[in-house]
């Protein structure tokens, strides 16, 4: 099946093939026809599936070939909305929409926040027909009637698990209220909980029922391995992996901000350009990190789950999860950044004592094991001093426990001369992450 069998108009099918795709993905074959009807359509599909071309295509057919049922004009107000949990999966989306509606004259904007609102006001005034939009944002500006979502005629959760995972669900409620009773629903999911469920019941009216990838399961181009190592040692095994497979752009999972922010730090003390990309950090700072990992300049992002939901990067070859995430459905998000729209990716965890429980559970998940490779030989590589040159702790009345707990066999060797990257170097910590599931951003 091509393209051309779908249904879409020829602006479309242009921008389709400018963008080198051939062949519609599996969300795609079932997604744009029952769109194009105007179905309402439950979706089960991550990230890297295709999802956004599924929902974006015919939105951009329905509205250009339907006229505006209350014939506004001047501030014309937005006729689709698509909410989405994060910043990042919002401008994604919001591209998404310009690229494939280059042909047409219908306009889109993004509005999330951590930037300055008034240029989206200036925008929203200038009227727009297709608004992307985080829900806390978009609240904001509803609430200062900035944006009329009464001629709303197509919505779209898009990432809808995320939302409720973030505890969006007040504002998803606040924000279909503002809309008019008939309009077309679009609900993507990767996963089907209860709340997921409610929600899903309460909004789609007779929904085309779309899942393209078994509940749960990761990717089959991506292949999975985990190494057994001491916590101390995750660093020094990260570099050397890096440096060995001479990876050049690795996604790396942390559990905390706190994590992100020093793994990025020690990696560049390395000699490894790296950036973290989480929740504190301003959105400048965010967009900065991910230009710099796209284009090769940064090799490695840090990134916590919720910062890297929705990410977009081409090809991705590597993703690592330095921690294991404390729900086992996380992991399955994580590895969905690699291995995208049917290309290989490899996806390694760093698994050390105590995170053993978690990865019995993703076993579970999966419902197939996740091979352990041995563990490889290799010299500490060794870092540059640290800039901050705080006072040394002394006697920490938990080394001796943790040194006790540490798999055997499993630290990289101690080498003269190099104790800047020995793994028990005694050194001030941060503060201890209060939480370890991540906060909603
Ligand atoms: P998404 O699931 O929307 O995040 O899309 C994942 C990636 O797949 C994006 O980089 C798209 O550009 C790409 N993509 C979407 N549709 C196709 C297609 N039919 N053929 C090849 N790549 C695609």
């Given at each position: 099946m091509t393209f051309d069998d779908l249904g879409l108009m020829a602006e479309l099918l242009g921008a389709v093939s400018a963008q080198g795709y051939t062949c519609p993905t599996p969300i795609q074959r079932q997604g744009i026809p029952a769109i194009l009807e105007g179905r309402d359509v439950l979706a089960g599909a991550q990230?890297?599936?295709?999802k956004t071309a599924a929902f974006a295509l015919p939105m951009l057919q329905r509205l250009s070939t339907r006229?505006?049922?209350?014939?506004?004009?001047?501030s014309a107000p937005p006729r689709a909305l698509v909410l989405t949990p994060t910043r990042e999966l919002a401008a994604q989306v919001g591209e998404s929409f310009v690229t494939y509606g280059a042909g047409l004259a219908l306009r889109s904007a993004v509005i999330f926040g951590g930037v300055g609102i008034n240029p989206q006001i200036d925008v929203l005034r200038r009227g727009v027909d297709i608004l992307v939009a985080t829900p806390g944002r978009l609240l904001d500006h509803a609430r200062q009637r900035?944006?009329?979502?009464?001629?709303?005629?197509m919505l779209v959760l898009d990432e809808a698990d995320r939302m409720l995972d973030m505890g969006f669900i007040h504002d998803i409620r606040k924000v279909l209220a503002l809309l008019p009773p008939r309009r077309q629903n679009l609900l993507f999911s990767a996963t089907y909980s209860d709340d997921i469920k409610r929600l899903a019941d309460g909004l789609l009216h007779a929904p085309a029922v779309i899942e393209v990838?078994?509940?749960?399961?990761?990717?089959?181009t991506v292949t999975q391995h985990a190494y057994r190592v001491d916590k101390k040692a995750k660093r020094d095994l990260l570099i050397h992996l890096i440096d060995d497979g001479q990876w050049q752009q690795v996604l790396v999972f942390t559990r905390t901000k706190h994590g992100a922010n020093r793994l990025a730090e020690q990696l560049e003390r390395a000699g490894i350009g790296a950036a973290a990309i989480h929740g504190n950090k301003s959105q400048n700072a965010r967009t900065r990190a991910l230009a710099g990992f796209k284009d090769g300049s940064v090799r490695v992002l840090v990134a916590t789950d919720i910062a890297a939901r929705g990410l977009d990067i081409d090809r991705l070859p590597h993703v690592v999860n330095y921690e294991l995430p404390n729900v086992p459905e996380d992991y399955v998000h994580r590895i969905g950044?690699?291995?995208?729209?049917?290309q290989g990716g490899a996806a390694l965890s760093l698994v050390d004592a105590e995170e053993a429980g978690l990865l019995r559970d993703i076993e579970r998940l999966l419902k197939r094991p996740i091979q352990v490779l041995p563990f490889p030989v290799f010299e500490p590589r060794v870092l540059t001093p640290e800039p901050d040159t705080r006072p040394v702790r002394q006697g920490r009345s938990d080394n001796a426990r943790k040194h006790a707990e540490?798999?055997?066999?499993?630290?990289?060797r101690k080498t003269g001369g190099t104790t800047a990257s020995?793994?028990?170097?005694r050194r001030r910590r941060g503060?201890?992450?209060?939480?370890?599931k991540p906060r909603a951003e």
């Open positions: 990230t890297g599936t295709g006229p505006r049922a209350h014939g506004q004009r001047g900035n944006v009329d979502l009464s001629a709303v005629e990838a078994p509940r749960n399961t990761a990717a089959e950044r690699t291995g995208r729209a049917g540490r798999p055997n066999g499993n630290r990289p020995v793994p028990h170097k503060p201890k992450p209060a939480a370890a």
